[in-house]
C-alpha cells in the first residue's frame, strides 16, 4: 500500500466515525440518546419541539434537552397516523402522530409546538388528547415586528415556556441562567457559521448529505456536544484529501419544514449540483448570527427573534422582501441557479413559491422545481431532472 493511500485512509478514518454518529442519531426514531442523557441523572427532562422554530435557549436555562421533531422520514410505515388527517396535507405530522402513538416519543416529558401552519397548531391540541399527562404548548410566534407590541408579546411567551419547563425540572430561569444558554447557543452559532462557510468556499469538502447528518446531530445532542461535534467535523473534512468535481453551485429553497429524504440530497449531489445553500432544518439556523449576551436576554432573544432571522415562509413578510433577498442570496453565494424544492401540499412553501419564481425570473437566474415527500423512494425523475438543469447551466450558462 503507498503512503498516499495510507494518508488518505487515515484521513477518511477520522471523518468515518463521525458520519457513523451522525447516521445513528438520524435513525434513532425511538430517542435512545435522550433516553441516555436523562439516564445520567433522574431530575433530568427533554423538551421536544416541531419544526419550525423554538427558543431552545429559554428550555436550555430551564435544565432541559431541546429536541427536534422532523418526523419519521422513510423510516417509518405511518398506519395510525393516516386515521388522524386528511389526505390532502403534507406527510410530516402524520408521521409524527404515528411515532406517538407507536410510543418512540415516549423519552419526552413536554413539547412545543410553533406556529408554522394550521397542520402544526392543530398537532398541539391533539397531542394534548393523545398525550395525557405531558407538558404540550402551543407557542404562538409574533407576526408583529414592533419591540413594543410582537417583541413584549414574544418574551411573554418566552417567559411562559421558562416557567412551564421550570416545574418540570424544578429550575428557575434567572437572567444569569438565560444569558449562560445564550452564550452556548452562540458558540454553536459560530461553529455552524463556520460549517456553513467551508461548504460555500469549498463544496467538496462538505457533500450535502453530511452537512445536512452533521445539522440533524444538533436535534438530539446537547449544544455544548453539538458544537464539540462540528469542530470535531470541520477538523476532519479540512485535512482530508478530497478532491473538486465538475458540479454547478446550487441553492435549496422550500424544504424549511418536512425534510427531504438523506438520500433525496445525495441525489442531487450525483446529479451534478453542490448544494452550497438550503433552508434544511431551518430552526437550525433561523437567527445565524449571534444574540446579544448582555443586557435583558429575554429582550435580547426577542429582537433576535425579530430582527435577526432569514426570510422563512413562516414567518409574515411585512417588506414584502423574500423575492429579493432569495436574488441578493443568490449572488452573495456565487449561485449558478436555484432548486425550489417543496414538500407536496405543504401550504406556506408553494405560496411562497410564486414570489420567488417571479424574482428569480426578473433577476434572469435559472431555477427548476420539484415536490418531494419524507418518505419518497424513488429518485430517478429528480434526478434526471435536476441533471438536466445542470448540464445545461455548464453548457449554455441557462436551463
Known sequence: MSIVVEQKEALDARIAPLLARAQALYEDLDLRAVQAWKSEDP??????????????EVVHAAGALPVGIVGGGDQVEIVRGDSYFQSYICHLPRSVVELAVSGRLAPLDGFLFPSTCDVIRNLSGMFQILLPG???????LPQNFDRRLGGEFYQHEMRTVAREVGKLTGIEVSDERLRASIVAWNANRAALRELRALRSERPWLVPTAEHYLVLRAGYLLPVEEHTRFVRDYLAAVRASARHPLDNIRVLVRGAFCEQPPVALLRTLERAGCYVVDDDFLQ???????????????????????LHGTVPTASIYDEKAEK???????????????????????????????PMLQAALEKAKIPFTSFKYAEDTGQFQV???QAGTFADAIKLWGSA
Open 134 to 140: 405531558k407538558f404540550v404548548h402551543y407557542l404562538d
Open 283 to 305: 430552526g437550525a439556523h433561523l437567527i445565524p448570527n449571534d444574540v446579544r449576551e448582555d443586557g435583558d436576554p429575554w429582550e435580547a432573544l426577542s429582537d433576535a427573534f
Open 382 to 384: 429528480i434526478r434526471e
Open 323 to 353: 423575492g429579493d433577498a432569495l436574488v441578493r442570496r443568490v449572488r452573495e453565494q456565487r449561485v449558478d441557479g436555484v432548486i425550489l424544492m417543496a414538500p407536496s401540499f405543504c401550504d406556506p412553501a408553494l405560496l411562497d413559491q
Open 43 to 56: 431530575s433530568r427532562r427533554a423538551i421536544g419541539f416541531l419544526p419550525v422554530y423554538a427558543p431552545r
